[in-house]
């Protein structure tokens, strides 16, 4: 599957950032891409195999790694959240997140 089918791509699937990262950075398997992102092969693995989501600190360091953008590592992904939502609740000083 080449880079535009993946762009294209409309569902979740975290194998087509791996694999457009193994081809962007022209590397040889799941190994050499856990080395030069620094993290341990299980990472990589359990992010294959959905047991670990792709979190913000590793899509950060496949930005400055591969110089792609977060937008486009994200749809790459099939992450087409336009917003991330977070509860108004963490924004409230303890006192009034207590009263609500």
């Known amino acids: 599957m080449n880079t535009l089918e993946q762009l ?3 569902k979740y699937d975290p194998n087509n950032l791996l694999g457009a990262l193994i081809e962007k950075l022209n590397l040889k398997n799941d190994a050499a891409l856990s080395r030069a ?3 341990a092969p299980p990472v ?4 294959r195999h959905r047991r670990l989501p792709v ?8 930005h400055e790694v591969c110089e792609l953008s977060i937008k486009d590592l994200r749809i790459l992904m099939g992450d ?3 917003k ?3 509860s108004d609740k963490q924004f ?3 006192e009034l997140a207590q009263q609500h």
């Open 8 to 10: 294209q791509s409309p």
């Open 37 to 39: 992102l620094e993290v």
């Open 44 to 47: 990589i693995s359990k992010i």
């Open 55 to 62: 979190g913000a600190s590793l899509l950060i360091r496949m």
């Open 80 to 82: 087409r959240r336009g």
């Open 84 to 86: 991330f939502r977070i």
């Open 92 to 94: 409230k000083p303890k």
